[in-house]
């Protein structure tokens, strides 16, 4: 494994989850699968001293490293802990690391591979947080992936479980399967048309959660939204695969199109004058804040998606949302940036790319 990975080179490309292709992926952003779990001879983490935290990383690492798959050998291994702020929340702006994990304490870390298909957090709130993502709806490959990975580290790590209970973990409502299953979808129209409230309540009884952008805690910004299981025990993984990719994901997507449909009926030239407003602030904007450019972003995207406006590419709008976030630009421009300055710099970056011009010529 490569004990280190090139943040300013990071910076400059999509994530697997941002690359707009896949099933569904005109509503669908992305489908991951996280699996928790932890090491049967250490205490969980909210128990662990200093000495357990860097036993565990330590043990865990030694343990990928004897992997021969080629999928481990060419992926990076990150030490967390010596990190800069900045560096951990471009992990977190890709969704590579957790919030959790990059604002704790202690020895942590994370490998993933170069396409950053899959992740493994060593240290969050459980010592192993698994997940695959992969780009639109796409459960059954997601699935068989973390699955082939899980099997390939358990060769090799003896994990905490019991025969009646199933994999141990620190919250008692992933005991069982360790399993989370999150679809991120982009519902514009729904927020447009203010059925977003009928939605939560929906999901609410049916025990899946709806959160935002980055998961627990995070706002719902640029109108993305995350659904996932709420629970795992008393579940097989066969139950939260149907429940989130049978059942609540294209009932979503149903609803999303909907939506789109009646807009389009009824509200056509009031919907083209959003996008269209939308495109002249990014591309005249002197100072833009990355809240505000996740609100024009999403429109652009939808009037992309309804055929309402044909450039720019769905690509590069994808690309714009994860380059405008805080991290990202600081990355590209090569130095820490003040709250004024990151505005500025942000709206000459979306300038210079709604144009149709690459990162080599923006300064």
Not at 96 to 124: H, K, P, Q, T
Not at 195 to 210: G, H
Not at 276 to 282: D, F
Not at 324 to 334: I, N, R, V
Request: glycine share 6%; proline share 2%.
């Amino acid at each position: 494994m490569k004990r280190d990975a090139d943040f300013d080179e990071l910076a400059r490309y999509r994530g697997e989850w941002m690359r707009g292709e896949g099933p569904e992926s005109d509503i669908v952003i992305s489908t991951r699968i996280r699996l928790a779990r932890n090491l049967a001879d250490f205490p969980f983490i909210r128990r662990c001293s200093d000495e357990d935290r860097l036993s565990i990383e330590r043990t865990v690492r030694a343990r990928m490293e004897s992997l021969t798959d080629q999928r481990w050998k060419s992926a990076h291994y990150v030490d967390l802990e010596p990190l800069s702020e900045i560096d951990r929340q471009l992990l977190v702006e890709r969704q590579l690391i957790s919030r959790e994990i990059a604002e704790s304490d202690g020895s942590r870390a994370v490998a993933f591979d170069a396409a950053e298909g899959y992740s493994v957090m060593v240290n969050e709130e459980d010592h192993l947080r698994i997940q695959v993502m992969k780009s639109g709806l796409d459960i059954k490959n997601t699935w068989e992936q973390v699955n082939r990975i899980d099997d390939m580290l358990e060769e090799v790590i003896l994990y905490a479980f019991h025969p009646r209970y199933g994999y141990l973990t620190a919250c008692p409502t992933n005991v069982g399967t360790g399993l989370r299953v999150s679809v991120m979808l982009h519902l514009p129209a729904l927020v447009i048309t203010e059925q977003m409230d009928r939605v939560f309540r929906s999901m609410q009884r049916i025990n899946v959660t709806v959160r935002g952008l980055y998961g627990e805690g995070s706002q719902y910004t640029g109108d993305f939204y995350q659904v996932s299981n709420q629970v795992t025990l008393g579940h097989t993984e066969a139950d939260l695969l149907a429940l989130v990719g049978d059942e609540v994901a294209p009932r979503i997507i149903e609803y999303e199109r909907k939506a789109r449909q009646a807009l389009l009926k009824n509200n056509r030239d009031d919907l083209h004058d959003e996008v269209s407003r939308a495109m002249g602030i990014l591309s005249t904007a002197r100072k833009i804040s990355s809240e505000e450019t996740m609100h024009h972003l999403s429109k652009i995207r939808l009037g992309i998606s309804m055929g309402l406006i044909e450039q720019p590419d769905v690509k590069v709008i994808n690309q714009l949302f994860l380059q405008t976030q805080s991290a990202h630009l600081q990355k590209l421009q090569g130095r820490v940036l003040g709250t004024a300055e990151r505005h500025a710099r942000r709206a000459s970056f979306l300038q210079h790319h709604l144009a149709g011009k690459d990162d080599a010529t923006w300064n």
